[in-house]
């Protein structure tokens, strides 16, 4: 079958085939993107430690031939996460592996991380969650009741927090009955989700999912995690309009990773294609400093430089926050 036809049909398959379809192996892959394997730096031992996993939705934004996609570059398992930097630790931000085995993780005022799932659509590279095993962790029901009384009894929580791994992977049932459990906390105010799944997995966007939201009493924002303005395909296109028709806050938050999107230009055209789908960007953060992701670092005096350059180039309103996330302190530290 013809490429292009054979990704047209895989995209009108439902999201849970699709994401059974993904891309698992790094051959497959190589040759969907007309790359040979001695091209690339890729490890096998890397890709045991961490597999590799990318729906075809993201994979058909990587640009065909170019070892050096910025998209390429987030899921493929390299030679580089081998290697030991200093300062780099199994456990940067500590806390959040604590919340995945409690549920529920209060650190900041007046907003709580609820994390239901530690499965995600993709494996970035990048990410702390990398070294942890807990990839198929579900939160059981008794732990999900536990965490929603928890949320109950504190009145001085106004916003809980979705977050994971990816809450969007939980099926529409679950998710139902987490938002109307939530929707009845009468000193809620907000539920937000952290959700990577509207950009690598927008088939997941269904109707059924919005008509969800739609029905929860409280305002819904979701935070969508993109870090390059390629990844803002046509299917991202559709899903984000389908969350804007309904009402819904959308926010991005990214990680400024060294050859991804660690120069102006790209910063800028991430900005701006965000705010024409109505994303409006929130957070650039620093990279957590896990084992296997030092050869993404950006140093703090870069990232202020880049910063300082988008101040200079673009509307106020589209240049991210840069924060950094620091261990016991009571919110994410801003650097710029
Ligand atoms: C990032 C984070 C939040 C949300 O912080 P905002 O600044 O409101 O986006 C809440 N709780 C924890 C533990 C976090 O790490
Ligand atoms: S938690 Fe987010 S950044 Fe980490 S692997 Fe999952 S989708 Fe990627």
Redesign the pocket.
Known sequence: MPEQLSETLHFTKNWQQQLAEAFNNIEDLCHYLHLSLNDLPVSVAAAENFPLRVPLSFAASMQKGNPHDPLLRQVLPIKDELFTYPGFSNDPVGDLTSAAQAGVLHKYHGRVLFINTGS?????R?????NFPYSDLQLGKQKESAGIQYIQENPGISEVILS???PLLLSDARLTRLLQQLSAIRHLKRIRIHT?LPI?LPARITDELVNTFAQSAKQIVIVV?CNHANEINPRVIAACKLLKKNGITLFNQS?LLKGVNDNIAALCELSEQLFSQGIIPYYLHLLDKAIGTGHFEVSETKAVALIKQAQATLPGYLVPKLVKEQAGAMSKQYIL
């Open positions: 995600c659509a993709i494996n970035c990048y990410c702390f969650r990398r994971g791994g990816d990577r690598v995690h990680v």
